[in-house]
Every structure is written in C-alpha cells, then in structure tokens.
C-alpha cells in the first residue's frame, strides 16, 4: 500500500480507502463488515470513512465496533454531518447546534475521543458560513476534531470558506469529497484548481461509478443477480447505458492488456491525478478490498492514459 499526503497536511492516508455507505449499518451483516474492515487493515489501508446519516449512525456503530481492536493512532478516521438525524427544525444542517451535537453522538457511536476527519457532508445554504467554521474550530481547539472537510462543495463555496478562516483565524478545510470516476470528472474543471491553489486534497467516492467500472454489467446482459442495480439505488442507472456500457467494453480491453483487472484500472486511472490523496472504496466481502488494493502504486504510462482519454471522449 501507497500513502499520500492528504492536501497540504503532513496527514498521511492510504490511497485505497474504506467507506461504509450502502454497506454498513444495516445494509449487511455486522460480522461480515467488521471482517472487511479488518482485512482492509491488514493489507495496509488506514483511512476509514463514515458518516452520521449512514442508517441513522448505526453504520458509525459497526465501524466503531471494528476499529476497536486497531491501535487508535494507527487508524485515520473520518465522519460527517449535514444531513437529518431527527424530524425536529434543528436536527439537520450545519449549524452550531446541529454541528456540536452531532460530533458528540458521532463520537459516542464509534466510540473514540476523537475523530481525524470531520467533513460538513454537503453545503448549508441556511446558515453563515462563519458560524459553521467557528464551530467545527471550536471541535478542533477541544481536540475532538483534527482536520476539517467539506463534501460536495463548489469551488465558489470552498474559496468563502478559505476566504473566511484566514479573515477570521479559524481552522482551515484541508479536504474535500467529491464523486470523481472515469464516467464523472466534474471536478476536474474548477474544484481541484480551486483546491491545489488553497492546499486541499481530494478523498474521492464512487471510484468505480457505483460498481459499473468494475465490468459485471454487461451490454445486453440481465443485470447480475444480487448487485447494487437490482436495490432501488437509483444513482447507478446513468452508468448503464450502451454509450457507457461500450466505453466499459473497451476500457476492460485495456486492462486486460495491462494483466490487470478493470476496476485496478479505474482506480489507478484517478491516483494519477496528484491533487487525490486517496479513492474511497466501498465493500461489503473482504475479497472485494483485496481485489482493490492493488490499484495503490500502479502507474499508467502516457500512451495507456491517452488511450484512456480517447475512449472516455
């Protein structure tokens, strides 16, 4: 396993990293989890990713139930808030309020002092972003927290709140984490200019565009019994075009070529990007960590790059 530094931190994170949405909490058996989560560490990842609003905290349950058996120094662990946790006017958002008691609960759950990471899952458009800030400063001063993120935010909104920590003296962003895959480069345009200028780094989710990369989905084919397009997950059905399903075709041709498999590829495709300090996997069989892993120090040669690049036009 390779390690980055994550942004302009002297954090250093597994490039493969192990997330817990649609997998954890409910969505699996707990054993099943812990025993991924342990094999991810065995093979060298040490960032773990979670958030509140996983099953209403029961995924942060799960993950915390596993880390406990790691040395907690060893472990680079993050979770999030944002989303609703409760029906009431405050429990959703990123307010002082909502931002305190939400680290508090989140703490409990995964039962640690602190966390390394606490991203705000998404922009509030309802609260000052100063008062966000202040909070998440007020965490890190308390050594709840030791590094802030944010998660989907645009490069207008990240350059405000950079803007305004420096004003302020508050605690800077360090990280963001955008969706980011061969079939969604979103971010390539103005998110990670914005975040190299300001010393932030990229944690990326759905690396292999919600498993389409992986190449089980298949032209013409029935969908593959037991997979995430048979739940009622909606965000895959974009990838499963003809259009895409093709470019999965001739991309696969690649990674056969290279004797590696297509999801190795896609992975090491999004590590060449320098400004990605790691790409958030999820699993829910160790066999699929280990599957994933080897991704961490292939580096494609130019010439397969362009071949990339031709086909994802």
Same mark, same amino acid.
């Given at each position: 396993?390779?390690?980055?530094?994550?942004?302009?931190?002297?954090?250093?994170?597994?490039?493969?990293?192990?997330?817990?949405?649609?997998?954890?909490?409910?969505?699996?058996?707990?054993?099943?989890?812990?025993?991924?989560?342990?094999?991810?560490?065995?093979?060298?990842?040490?960032?773990?990713?979670?958030?509140?609003?996983?099953?209403?905290?029961?995924?942060?349950?799960?993950?915390?139930?596993?880390?406990?058996?790691?040395?907690?120094?060893?472990?680079?662990?993050?979770?999030?808030?944002?989303?609703?946790?409760?029906?009431?006017?405050?429990?959703?958002?990123?307010?002082?309020?909502?931002?305190?008691?939400?680290?508090?609960?989140?703490?409990?759950?995964?039962?640690?002092?602190?966390?390394?990471?606490?991203?705000?899952?998404?922009?509030?458009?309802?609260?000052?972003?100063?008062?966000?800030?202040?909070?998440?400063?007020?965490?890190? @001063? /308390?050594?709840? #927290?030791?590094?802030?993120? !944010?998660?989907?935010?645009?490069? $207008? +909104? &990240?350059? =405000?709140? %950079?803007?305004?920590?420096?004003?302020?003296?508050?605690?800077?962003?360090?990280?963001?984490?955008?969706?980011?895959?061969?079939?969604?480069?979103?971010?390539?345009?103005?998110?990670?200019?914005?975040?190299?200028?300001?010393?932030?780094?990229?944690?990326?989710?759905?690396?292999?565009?919600?498993?389409?990369?992986?190449?089980?989905?298949?032209?013409?084919?029935?969908?593959?019994?037991?997979?995430?397009?048979?739940?009622?997950?909606?965000?895959?059905?974009?990838?499963?075009?003809?259009?895409?399903?093709?470019?999965?075709?001739?991309?696969?041709?690649?990674?056969?070529?290279?004797?590696?498999?297509?999801?190795?590829?896609?992975?090491?495709?999004?590590? @060449? /990007?320098?400004? #990605?300090?790691?790409?958030? !996997?999820?699993?829910?069989?160790? $066999? +699929? &960590?280990? =599957?994933? %892993?080897?991704?961490?120090?292939?580096?494609?040669?130019?010439?397969?790059?362009?071949?990339?690049?031709?086909?994802?036009?």
């Amino acid at each position: 396993m390779q390690y980055r530094r994550l942004g302009n931190t002297g954090l250093k994170v597994s490039e493969i990293s192990l997330g817990s949405w649609l997998t954890y909490g409910g969505y699996m058996e707990s054993d099943s989890a812990i025993r991924t989560i342990h094999r991810a560490y065995d093979l060298g990842i040490n960032f773990f990713d979670t958030a509140n609003v996983y099953m209403r905290g029961e995924a942060e349950k799960v993950v915390g139930q596993a880390i406990k058996d790691f040395q907690r120094e060893s472990i680079v662990l993050a979770t999030k808030v944002f989303w609703p946790m409760g029906e009431g006017p405050n429990d959703k958002g990123l307010s002082r309020k909502h931002i305190i008691e939400q680290a508090n609960a989140s703490l409990k759950r995964l039962n640690v002092d602190y966390v390394d990471i606490y991203y705000a899952h998404r922009f509030d458009s309802e609260t000052p972003v100063e008062e966000t800030l202040r909070a998440f400063d007020d965490l890190v @001063r /308390q050594g709840k #927290v030791l590094y802030l993120g !944010v998660s989907e935010w645009t490069a $207008e +909104q &990240i350059s =405000e709140a %950079v803007h305004i920590a420096d004003k302020k003296l508050l605690d800077r962003i360090v990280v963001n984490q955008p969706q980011y895959n061969m079939f969604h480069r979103v971010i390539e345009k103005e998110i990670i200019p914005v975040s190299e200028k300001h010393g932030i780094g990229q944690v990326v989710w759905s690396p292999l565009a919600q498993g389409v990369l992986t190449g089980k989905y298949k032209k013409g084919a029935g969908l593959p019994e037991g997979s995430r397009a048979t739940t009622n997950n909606t965000s895959i059905q974009r990838f499963l075009t003809d259009e895409y399903l093709d470019k999965v075709d001739q991309l696969t041709n690649i990674a056969n070529e290279l004797d590696i498999s297509l999801s190795q590829l896609a992975i090491a495709w999004i590590l @060449r /990007q320098p400004n #990605v300090a790691s790409a958030l !996997v999820g699993a829910s069989r160790p $066999e +699929q &960590i280990e =599957e994933n %892993v080897k991704a961490s120090g292939i580096v494609l040669e130019d010439a397969i790059i362009n071949n990339i690049e031709e086909i994802l036009k």
